[in-house]
């Protein structure tokens, strides 16, 4: 299989996966400054699910027999002043993403490539779920005002969706963290 838009797509998406990891940590890392443990426990894991996602295109890449660069990441955002900005930046990430998948997608369906197409299903799936609970977090957050107590004692209480082991995702290269 020679070089086509959904492998070139899928690269720089690995590039994007990475860069949401390094978000997702900047922003535990703040929670974990402000004494928040719960949002900072909860980033830290959303970062490790990140890190996952870009592997499993990466053994996806390796399967197929095509090349599988593994790239540097963006610039990320780390100047925050409440917790409603982070959870906000990862929000409209999330979102960011839901659209590149959807792109990956339509590229895989427009150039006939069924096992890309296939591929990428697990990830739209996965997006709703993201955005779903990326922006559950943003609702709390207003509520609680400066009350940011409040959002910690929401999650303590509250399951908001964490997603956990799915046992149908892809396979990431050197396993799943
Ligand atoms: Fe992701
Ligand atoms: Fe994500």
Redesign the pocket.
Same mark, same amino acid.
């Given at each position: 299989m020679t070089s086509t838009r959904f492998v070139d797509l899928l690269g720089q998406q690995i590039r994007n $996966?990475f860069t949401?990891q390094q978000q997702?940590i900047a922003a535990a890392v703040w929670f974990d400054k402000q004494d928040l443990p719960r949002l900072a426990g909860r980033f830290y894991r =959303?970062a490790v !699910? $990140?890190r996952n996602?870009a592997m499993m295109m990466v053994r996806y890449l390796l399967d197929r027999d095509l090349p599988a660069p593994i790239p540097g990441v963006d610039e990320v955002r780390q100047d925050f002043k409440t917790p409603l900005e982070p959870l906000g930046v990862a929000l409209a =990430? !999330?979102q960011a993403?839901t659209a590149q998948v959807e792109a990956l997608f339509k590229a895989a369906r427009d150039e006939h490539d069924m096992l890309g197409e296939q591929f990428m299903l697990w990830f739209l799936k !996965? =997006?709703v779920e $993201?955005v779903a609970s990326a922006s559950t977090l943003v609702t709390i957050a207003e509520r609680a005002g400066d009350d940011w107590f409040r959002i910690e004692e929401h999650l303590a209480r509250e399951n908001v969706a964490d997603g956990g082991v799915d046992p149908s995702a892809p396979e990431a290269a050197g396993g799943t963290l």
């Open positions: $996966e949401a997702y =959303q !699910e $990140e996602h =990430q !999330e993403v !996965e =997006q $993201e």
